[in-house]
């Protein structure tokens, strides 16, 4: 399965809500500048995610958007859902070899379990561990 701009710039506008959750409302505006991207694009990826209540639009003049939940209460596997549909790498068969199929299984079971155990507050508050692994790679 491979995460679409969708689903990427979808991440994109619930982190800056969520980073800016107990604030006033956000314009789509103002994240498409931050962020580089294109505001007519976000403007796209906002309606599914008001549909599926994950955030609500303030009218007025210091009208925009805001998280509709707590950022805990939003896992990155939601957002992915919405935006991109359900999560499987394969189309699985059911006459396909069980080594195959289990394979298939499996792959998507990880991809699940990482995106529904990851909180939008998780990543808005992400700053890199020292736990992390670099390599140097010398030519």
Do not use: C
Not at 92 to 105: G, T, V
């Amino acid at each position: 399965m491979k995460i679409s701009t969708k689903g990427r710039y979808g991440l994109t506008i619930m982190i800056a809500l969520a980073k800016r959750h107990d604030d006033k409302p956000i314009s789509l505006k103002s994240i498409a500048q931050e962020h580089h991207l294109s505001e007519h694009y976000l403007e796209q990826l906002i309606a599914p995610l008001r549909n599926a209540m994950l955030v609500k639009s303030v009218r007025g003049a210091y009208g925009g958007y805001m998280l509709a939940k707590q950022p805990e209460d939003i896992t990155a596997g939601d957002i992915i859902r919405v935006l991109e549909g359900p999560i499987t790498p394969v189309e699985i068969i059911d006459d396909e070899e069980p080594a195959k199929r289990d394979l298939w299984i499996k792959i998507r079971d990880a991809v699940k379990d990482v995106l529904d155990s990851t909180t939008l507050d998780d990543l808005a508050n992400y700053e890199g561990g020292e736990d992390q692994e670099y390599y140097m790679f010398y030519i």
